[in-house]
């Protein structure tokens, strides 16, 4: 299969991706186009760097779509795959030297922190909460070691870097109303948290109503774990903020706006002094 005929099935799979109705030929789609770009990189020579990536992405697309369709513990295995693949996508790009905060590195590293997030998250719908929290603390490490201090990073790093941390406050906040611990549980969530919000302020991009959503549920996030650690003036802040975030954004901000719904009702209750000692154990978790 030559290289124009792979992008051409590349692009059929992945539009067949964005329907329900389709996913069943997306999934036939994405089997062919994998063994399509594994083939060309096993290929005579030096493989060239657009198919290991474009392996990389159908790898990830196909474990995402495994995932939507309820086989997460299916999708763990391409989902693996493309960490490996991104990997090494991102050590060839790095050895070749430029800015971190510059496309072709910013971009080769921001896709491998993806591709780690979203396999934690497969790997919390197959049932593995422990084997998420090592993928994202992997993720947040990554981040770290290649690009140093987030701010120094380039735009899409610093916007996976930001979901990564989101993504962590999530699963140690799910891990201490699950199996609550002593208060060090919630203060790590609530540093990730703090840390994904200062990320994502700073990528606030009115071109980008994206980035509003993605503020507001941080905040959502953020306020829990401040309630969590007793620090319910910052919450209260914390809580505003969000509000101002979803009164804006409308119907669209409804995931956000029933995370900042439990944070009140949390911080009501606290304030009433009517949470007993495992009150934290009574509010569940939307992921």
């Given at each position: 299969?030559?290289?124009?005929?792979?992008?051409?099935?590349?692009?059929?799979?992945?539009?067949?991706?964005?329907?329900?109705?389709?996913?069943?030929?997306?999934?036939?789609?994405?089997?062919?186009?994998?063994?399509?770009?594994?083939?060309?990189?096993?290929?005579?020579?030096?493989?060239?760097?657009?198919?290991?990536?474009?392996?990389?992405?159908?790898?990830?697309?196909?474990?995402?779509?495994?995932?939507?369709?309820?086989?997460?513990?299916?999708?763990?295995?391409?989902?693996?795959?493309?960490?490996?693949?991104?990997?090494?996508?991102?050590?060839?790009?790095?050895?070749?030297?430029?800015?971190?905060?510059?496309?072709?590195?910013?971009?080769?590293?921001?896709?491998?922190?993806?591709?780690?997030?979203?396999?934690?998250?497969?790997?919390?719908?197959?049932?593995?909460?422990?084997?998420?929290?090592?993928?994202?603390?992997?993720?947040?490490?990554?981040?770290?070691?290649?690009?140093?201090?987030?701010?120094?990073?380039?735009?899409?790093?610093?916007?996976?870097?930001?979901?990564?941390?989101?993504?962590?406050?999530?699963?140690?906040?799910?891990?201490?109303?699950?199996?609550?611990?002593?208060?060090?549980?919630?203060?790590?969530?609530?540093?990730?948290?703090?840390?994904?919000?200062?990320?994502?302020?700073?990528?606030?991009?009115?071109?980008?109503?994206?980035?509003?959503?993605?503020?507001?549920?941080?905040?959502?996030?953020?306020?829990?774990?401040?309630?969590?650690?007793?620090?319910?003036?910052?919450?209260?802040?914390?809580?505003?903020?969000?509000?101002?975030?979803?009164?804006?954004?409308?119907?669209?901000?409804?995931?956000?706006?029933?995370?900042?719904?439990?944070?009140?009702?949390?911080?009501?209750?606290?304030?009433g002094g009517s949470r007993g000692a495992a009150g934290s154990r009574r509010w569940?978790?939307?992921?």
């Open positions: 299969m030559g290289p124009d005929e792979r992008r051409r099935l590349f692009e059929q799979a992945r539009e067949r991706s964005t329907r329900q109705e389709t996913w069943a030929e997306a999934d036939r789609l994405w089997t062919r186009v994998i063994e399509a770009y594994r083939e060309a990189v096993r290929g005579p020579g030096r493989a060239a760097r657009e198919d290991q990536q474009q392996l990389a992405r159908a790898l990830w697309r196909h474990s995402m779509l495994l995932s939507a369709r309820g086989r997460a513990t299916d999708a763990m295995a391409p989902g693996g795959e493309a960490v490996v693949v991104f990997e090494r996508v991102y050590d060839a790009v790095a050895a070749e030297g430029g800015s971190i905060a510059a496309a072709p590195r910013d971009d080769a590293l921001a896709e491998l922190i993806t591709a780690l997030v979203d396999l934690a998250e497969v790997s919390f719908a197959a049932g593995q909460p422990a084997t998420r929290r090592d993928l994202l603390e992997r993720a947040v490490t990554v981040g770290l070691t290649s690009a140093g201090s987030p701010p120094s990073a380039g735009p899409r790093t610093r916007e996976a870097m930001g979901t990564a941390y989101h993504n962590q406050a999530v699963a140690l906040l799910h891990r201490h109303l699950t199996r609550p611990s002593p208060t060090e549980g919630a203060q790590e969530a609530a540093l990730a948290a703090s840390r994904a919000c200062e990320l994502r302020q700073g990528l606030l991009d009115m071109a980008r109503p994206l980035s509003f959503w993605e503020m507001a549920n941080t905040y959502g996030v953020y306020a829990q774990c401040l309630i969590l650690i007793g620090d319910l003036d910052r919450a209260a802040m914390v809580l505003s903020m969000g509000n101002r975030f979803v009164e804006t954004l409308g119907p669209a901000a409804a995931e956000p706006a029933q995370k900042l719904r439990v944070a009140a009702e949390m911080l009501a209750r606290e304030k569940g978790w939307r992921r």
